[in-house]
């Protein structure tokens, strides 16, 4: 199977330079559970869109620091394909920035979250469960950092998770699933992240996030899930 994946991470800082980018992290996120398939990513965020996007097998779009309500030129058009790809039926994975911007393209809306931060790995309660996410029926955790949520679903969405009290995750159908949080990154890229972020976070969230690190993440479970999700969209 071959995924595009459709970066929208503008971090062009010295951290950033310093850590695998977005297209290494999510193409190791599929190589957890299916180490034959193949990605290439679109730097979006710079004008690269996919001349084909039906020439792949699904597509994944990622987490960004910029907000989907910013205005930026290139949002507009991955909005736009977006729609052309629910419409075709073509199956769609969205993480943070990504879940936040198939909600809009669909209908939805995105605010800020009145609670501030959410940093650090993520507790998540499931709800409706997807036939390729039933492992998940006792929940799951995932490193998130976020500071917007999807306050509206799109129309015919369902949802799969929450966390904090908000959406965490919808899906529509067998061709679209989405998460909040970050399923692609590591342990040690999540504390790193921590270190970088800890004035924005302020000392409590900080302290909060490095103690949520004990614990693992479910990431090899959720890559599992994830390739099922584009396994089945294929049938």
Not at 97 to 116: C, E, M, S, T, Y
Not at 195 to 216: F, T, V, W
Request: glycine residues 8%; negative net charge.
């Amino acid at each position: 199977m071959h995924l595009a994946i459709l970066v929208t991470n503008t971090d062009t800082s010295s951290f950033a330079a310093r850590h695998p980018l977005d297209g290494e992290k999510f193409t190791r996120l599929v190589h957890f559970a299916r180490p034959d398939w193949t990605t290439t990513a679109f730097q979006i965020h710079q004008g690269q869109f996919p001349p084909d996007i039906a020439a792949f097998d699904g597509a994944m779009i990622t987490g960004s620091p910029s907000s989907t309500r910013s205005g930026l030129p290139w949002i507009a058009p991955l909005l736009t394909l977006i729609q052309q790809m629910h419409k075709a039926r073509f199956p769609l994975f969205g993480a943070c920035f990504g879940h936040q911007a198939i909600a809009l393209a669909l209908g939805g809306a995105v605010a800020k979250n009145p609670k501030g931060w959410v940093h650090g790995l993520v507790p998540n309660q499931t709800c409706v469960l997807p036939p390729w996410a039933q492992q998940f029926e006792s929940g799951l955790k995932l490193y998130g950092s976020h500071s917007e949520y999807v306050i509206q679903m799109p129309q015919l969405a369902q949802e799969w998770a929450t966390s904090t009290g908000v959406n965490a995750g919808f899906f529509i159908g067998r061709q679209i699933w989405t998460s909040q949080h970050h399923p692609e990154m590591s342990r040690d890229f999540i504390a790193a992240l921590t270190e970088e972020m800890s004035d924005d976070l302020g000392p409590d969230l900080y302290a909060k996030a490095i103690n949520s690190l004990d614990r693992p993440s479910d990431q090899a479970p959720f890559a599992e899930s994830l390739a099922q999700f584009f396994e089945q969209a294929q049938h």
